[in-house]
């Protein structure tokens, strides 16, 4: 079948670009939330994973989100950082799928960003970014 659009498939980078901006400006706010005011509720939260100690394993997350929030949206080892979430939000997803009131967030959230994380992983940092192939 034939594109109705074939012009605009002349932009077709913007689409990784795009979804970058929108997971880094995600996974950036949940890496504040977590050091900030959600810190209490991540710290219960690995308390009933059995995750100890959890004051460290809060910290790590939490630089995790911010330092790959940060990678994402100036688009340097793109796919790095989106494999690192894709391994973060299916951990994510499958926790709140089975333990559904351990985590805040509902399992459309953690699907989406899942999603997300693989476009990533797959296609690459897209327009405006450190990672463009040469």
């Known amino acids: 079948m034939l594109n109705p659009f074939p012009s605009l498939l002349t932009y077709s980078t913007l689409a990784p670009f795009i979804l970058r901006l929108v997971l880094a400006f995600i996974v950036l706010d949940l890496g504040f939330l977590k050091f900030g005011k959600e810190k209490l509720r991540w710290l219960a939260s690995f308390e009933a994973l059995h995750l100890k100690p ?28 989106a494999l690192a979430f894709v391994i973060l939000f299916g951990a994510e997803f499958y926790v709140e799928w089975k333990e559904g009131p351990i985590l805040r967030r509902d399992l459309t959230f953690y699907f989406l960003v899942l999603a997300i994380s693989i476009s990533l992983l797959l296609s690459g940092a897209g327009a405006y970014a450190f990672d463009i192939p040469l």
Request: proline share 0%; aromatic share 10%.
């Open 54 to 81: 959890v004051d460290i394993w809060l910290k790590v997350l939490a630089l995790v989100d911010v330092v790959g929030g940060i990678m994402l949206l100036v688009g340097w080892y793109t796919q790095i950082a």
